[in-house]
């Protein structure tokens, strides 16, 4: 189980790097979308390779960011009964559904996605629209999302494992990280009440003073 585990770890680590890294895309989306319109209204300019690229750039945030996701336990849930469960009976929920599920679906989508892949490349497919896109990199980004999928999902079907022998925490377990404007937020409302005593205490003060 120990090498399992050192499997898992190492799976979760591609898939934190992976998705760290795609995180980037979506500023380079953000201003590429701004220059398109920029470029559109002041020069009365487009181009279809400007719009294509957008959608690339989606696509490789949404599926290479899967098992990012998953890892992180983000991926949308319906809780109305699971939540009310045991963390042991929610570990059984996701080994079943990952065995059953996850990794059916995302190895068959794999799978059928990877022929399309050689037929676009093997024909240099180009993309219907005026001065289009090639095809073949966006048919591409099905086979190897859906493999960081698998992969990620392989790893928290051994954590899951892990956790019903008690050997790991629950990996299930969401750990909410508080952002920088949350802190900030805490902070000011802090020193807010800190100032609040204290001028309460001034005037009892003052107030004894007097009398």
């Known amino acids: 189980m120990n090498a399992l585990l050192a499997l898992s770890r190492a799976i979760d680590w591609l898939s934190e790097r992976v998705g760290r890294s795609v995180f980037w895309l ?3 989306a953000v201003l590429i979308s701004a220059a398109n319109a920029v470029v559109r209204k002041a020069f009365n300019y487009s181009s279809n390779s400007f719009l294509e ?3 690339y750039l989606f696509s490789v945030i949404f599926l ?3 098992g990012y996701t998953l890892k992180h336990n ?3 849930r319906i809780d109305i009964i699971s939540g009310r469960l045991t963390p042991r009976a929610r570990a059984w929920i996701d080994l079943l559904g990952t065995i059953f599920f996850l990794l059916p679906m995302a190895i068959l989508i794999m799978y ?3 022929p399309l892949f050689v037929d676009a490349y093997e024909r240099n497919e180009v993309s219907t629209n005026a001065g289009g896109l090639i095809i073949w990199p966006a048919r591409l980004m099905m086979p190897i999302g859906f493999a960081l999928l698998i992969i990620q999902g392989v790893s928290e079907l051994i954590k899951r494992i892990a956790y019903l022998m008690n050997l790991i ?3 299930g377990e969401k750990i ?3 952002t920088a404007e949350e802190q900030l937020a805490e902070e000011i409302l802090r020193s807010r009440g800190d100032l609040a005593i204290a001028q309460e205490e001034v005037a009892i003060a003052l107030d004894k003073k007097e009398s």
């Open 26 to 28: 979506v500023l380079v």
């Open 176 to 178: 909410v990280e508080k």
């Open 53 to 55: 690229i957008q959608w």
């Open 112 to 114: 059928l996605s990877w």
């Open 74 to 76: 983000e991926h949308v």
């Open 169 to 171: 925490p629950d990996p």
């Open 64 to 66: 290479f960011c899967s």
